[in-house]
């Protein structure tokens, strides 16, 4: 992952750790000292948020540990991958878009960053420009022509 998307999830997992739980364990003290826990719905719904919120630390917590950030100058600019902005043209509509193949973890399609795990971008890895490739999603199959790759 980049630099960025590993200092975001650090930023994220150090509020959810630090803002989140201790909101989370306040309330749920609250709603335990109102009496009967069985017939608590407030107790059961702080139980509930207490549990999901665990869940999303111990993933993000999961993802840091096992990330890797690279270094993005030692890549091959002439090849679709990793990190690499990509123009493409839909030859059916002869729309152009431009993406950046991100992790999945990264991905937004509103910035133009799309997952590495997408259809179109499994359909264009380790292609050059100037490549015709099929790309198979959803909605059908699109013919892709590679236009440019840069960093």
């Known amino acids: 992952m980049t630099q960025e998307c590993y200092d975001k999830l650090v930023a ?5 750790e630090t803002v989140e739980y201790p909101r989370v364990k306040q309330e749920l003290v609250e709603a335990r000292e109102k009496g009967d826990l069985s017939e ?4 059961h719904a702080a139980k509930r948020e207490q ?4 869940g999303k630390i111990r993933f993000k917590q999961r993802v840091l540990e096992h990330a890797r950030v690279m270094d993005t100058s030692h890549l091959e600019s ?3 991958g990793l990190f690499r902005k990509v123009e493409i043209t839909n030859l059916s509509n002869s729309m152009r878009m431009t993406y950046t193949i ?6 937004n399609l509103r910035e133009g960053k799309i997952s590495i795990k997408s259809p179109i971008a499994e359909a264009i890895l380790g292609k050059k420009a100037g490549d015709i490739v099929e790309a198979q999603v959803p909605s059908g199959t699109l ?3 590679i236009e440019s790759i840069s960093l």
């Open 40 to 43: 608590n719905f407030e107790y």
């Open 51 to 54: 549990g999901k919120l665990l």
């Open 143 to 145: 013919i892709l022509k």
């Open 12 to 16: 994220e997992l150090k509020y959810l």
């Open 78 to 80: 002439d090849v679709a």
């Open 102 to 107: 991100v992790n999945p973890h990264e991905a």
